[in-house]
């Protein structure tokens, strides 16, 4: 399989360290605020790797975290802690915080068809380990203290800090980060462990041997927890970093690739002093109806929001195998009105295929050959829809379709032998009598009256979708 490593900048072949085993580490969410659509395509888009990976007959072990602790407001390692001002601006604890919307974030992952982890690790269940982690760091002469603040990693100790972003230390020290903590070295430094201010009560906190209260950096646990769970460094409990060995894949979206991720890297190999990751795998992120998506412009939109349209969670799954991982989309009620159409003429048709197809059959190497091409070519999901459908049209037998089809759902996650029932959505009389009001018009070519309704339902929450087989009302 090829793929696109972000630390080199090129399409790689992927080889793992002992093939066909796979070490795979997924950053995961920071447990404080609702699923959204950029976090759906983040995560569709690395399940559609690990699927991939296991369709080419790899073994993988993938490990995922769970951040609910020590990811501040600001990447420069300044502000409030998110999990600590969500709590107490919702009233509740920070241990509540976190727990509520992990189990928001996983069953929203279900209804999307996102396999589980192999492993699903908490930040604030491996504390110790992160303690370990950054002893060591001190005691190998990459770390200094800022009174009253925390420990921080010496970028300046690590000569190849900001490989991963493309940033040598001139860039970095010209302003790569505009925030400034007092008493950093350097303005890439960034955070360990962090200590407890004595004017404000932390409900996570943890002593240390720096401080009698204090909690870990964001950065810190993704090293250490994928250390534990995918290398023997921290076999026996004990912390040996001469025992790491180099992961296979490390995944996460784009926002990770100028802070997060070079941190991880820094911090680990200054440790073992040997490489982190083989590959780095970014996905994109979305634009949301022609804009970044934002609270203030109301386009943060969850699972709750696309149920509540009357649509399939698959649906949000099928269009975002159009689009390759590396390419904005712009997410909107229209385009996903129209994976919905188009996932329902695909669940109409193996369902067809379902009842015909009695025999199972051997399928046609030139059709399975040209699917693995696709989706060994850097992940090439859109392509790999386009083979379906090309597929599903050609003179190959029924039953032959059936058995590629059916074979290559586990890599699409669709669903297709038993698609989800999706309850029907209520629509209002009066925007039934509109829609068959705006087709009455189209059929006499009134096209500019017809649009003239149609905007009118726009405003009333439903969208109209044109199929060949009629219009469709979708509530918006």
Not at 106 to 127: C, G, H, Q
Not at 131 to 149: H, N, R, S
Not at 248 to 266: F, K, S, Y
Request: net charge neutral; hydrophobic share 35%; with cysteine.
């Amino acid at each position: 399989m090829k793929l696109y490593n972000s630390l080199t900048r090129k399409v790689e072949e992927f080889e793992p360290g002992e093939p066909p085993f796979v070490s795979m580490y997924t950053c995961g969410i920071t447990a404080y605020e609702h699923t959204t659509v950029g976090h759906m395509r983040t995560y569709i888009n690395t399940d559609f790797l690990r699927r991939t990976l296991e369709y080419l007959g790899y073994k993988v072990k993938m490990v995922e975290n769970v951040t609910d602790v020590g990811h501040l407001t600001s990447d420069a390692d300044a502000g409030e802690d998110k999990l600590q001002k969500k709590a107490e601006a919702e009233r509740k604890s920070a241990w509540e915080i976190a727990k509520e919307y992990e189990k928001e974030f996983f069953e929203t992952m279900d209804k999307l068809n996102v396999l589980r982890p192999s492993v699903v690790t908490r930040a604030t269940e491996n504390i110790e380990e992160m303690i370990a982690l950054v002893k060591d760091l001190e005691k190998k002469g990459y770390t200094y203290e800022i009174p009253g603040d925390g420990i921080y990693f010496d970028t300046s100790k690590y000569p190849e800090y900001g490989k991963l972003a493309n940033l040598n230390q001139e860039e970095l020290k010209a302003g790569a980060r505009v925030e400034v903590v007092e008493g950093k070295k350097n303005p890439a430094d960034f955070a360990l462990w962090k200590f407890s201010p004595h004017d404000k009560k932390r409900d996570m906190e943890w002593k240390s041997p720096w401080a009698e209260k204090s909690f870990p950096g964001w950065h810190i646990e993704c090293s250490a927890m994928s250390m534990k769970f995918l290398t023997p460094a921290f076999e026996g409990g004990k912390y040996s970093p001469q025992k790491f060995e180099t992961i296979d894949l490390h995944t996460g979206g784009e926002d990770h690739l100028t802070v997060h991720h070079p941190n991880e890297i820094a911090q680990t190999e200054a440790s073992t002093g040997k490489k982190f990751a083989r590959f780095w795998f970014h996905n994109r992120f979305l634009m949301v109806e022609g804009q970044k998506m934002s609270k203030s412009i109301g386009n943060f939109y969850t699972m709750k929001d696309i149920e509540g349209r009357g649509f399939n969670p698959l649906a949000v799954r099928y269009l975002f195998a159009t689009a390759h991982y590396r390419q904005r989309i712009n997410f909107t009620w229209e385009s996903l009105a129209a994976a919905q159409s188009a996932l329902e003429r695909l669940y109409s048709q193996v369902s067809s295929l379902i009842e015909k197809s009695n025999d199972k059959a051997e399928t046609s190497a030139k059709w399975e050959a040209k699917f693995k091409s696709a989706i060994a070519n850097d992940l090439n999901m859109p392509q790999a829809v386009a083979v379906l459908w090309e597929m599903l049209k050609s003179e190959i037998a029924d039953n032959q379709k059936l058995s590629l089809v059916l074979a290559w759902d586990q890599v699409f996650g669709l669903n297709l032998k038993n698609p989800p029932q999706v309850p029907k959505t209520e629509i209002p009389e009066e925007v039934t009598e509109l829609a068959k009001e705006r087709e009455e018009l189209r059929k006499k070519r009134k096209f500019e009256e017809a649009d003239l309704v149609r905007k009118r339902l726009l405003n009333m929450g439903y969208l109209i979708e044109d199929t060949p087989k009629g219009y469709k009302i979708v509530k918006k």
